[in-house]
């Protein structure tokens, strides 16, 4: 089994003495035998002062882009840092004040969009040149920490799910990419990281000897977590990515969609590590709730040779090539941003869209990406803690 940054900090607490401590956390934040940080922390005699929640609340009660107003009593104050306005996503000033440590403990999924390490990245924009030590206790990237995929986002289409300049599928763990961001933005900040133990790059989710923790409402699993890469982009479509049901991610659908005749067009593109299951589902909520629709359920073969992002793509392709006049991009706001339809900003650009109502092939859509990959897979092994 591994041990994480927070089982290693909780070994030796030395570092904490005489601090005021903030903890920006979830109920992911856990040892190996699945105590909360927080009532770890106090038993040490070192309990936080302010502990901040992402998007989704504490213990992630709240579904995607909605406001997190309540939250149970931890024993200490409670600050949500994902409210009903951009500014929400801030630490307000007065927060700030008495507090010069702030740990960072949450299960990332390796994925650009999944919004807490973009909630890290802010908070470390917000103390930067302050005496504020930011410290990261880390976790390992369910995805592992080899393959990468997709573009980088442009400068235009920064977004909270945009904040850091990395791919959809980055490879990375929280703590690199706090280091990748703390150089990308030049801050002047104490930022330290206490790297996992016992981890390799190539390790997935399922070899580390810890349980999964639901991180979101709809992240039942790390299998999830697999796909989100690319299945999030449906987000952006007016097709439902599953949530409402028990396996969101897993599978898509729509109204308009005949699921026999959208296999057999995404079967013949012939995508590595994946079969397709034609199939039908009523999302209890969120898109066309209590409505029966079509759709493909998704079964990884081969975590290895499966590519998320590029599944996701080609099934938008498939989609849009079978049903033009049905499908549609949606354009209202987004995590707080009305400038771009939802799948720019998942893209992080125009290009992918574009070429897709074009009808180009998706050997030409795949390849406007891969020079970004290229450049990306040199880039980020200076922030690299492991091999």
Known sequence: MIQTGLDI?????????????????????????????????????????????????????????IAVTTQPDTGSEIISLYGDSAKTLLPDESVLQNIDLVIFDIQDIGSRYYTYINTLALFMESVNGRDIEILVLDRPNPLGGQNIEGPLPSGDYRSFVGILPVPPRHGMTAGELARLYFDHKKLDLNLDVIPIHGWKRSSHFSQTGYPWIVPSPNMPTWETALVYPGMCLFEGLNVSEGRGTTTPFLHFGAPFIEPEAVAENIMNLELEGILFRPTYFKPSFHKYQNGIVGGLFLHVTDKELFRPFLTGVALTKVIHDLYAEKLRFIREVYEFNDLHPAFDLLCGRSSIRTMIEDGQSIEKIKTSWQEDERKFITHKQAYHLYE
């Open 9 to 65: 900090l909780l070994q030796d607490t030395s570092r904490l003495k005489n601090r005021n401590i903030g903890l920006i956390t979830n109920q992911t934040s856990v040892t190996h035998d699945l105590h909360y940080s927080w009532h770890e922390l106090q038993k040490k005699g070192f309990p936080p002062k302010k502990i901040f929640s992402p998007e989704h609340g504490l213990f992630s009660t709240e579904q995607d882009q």
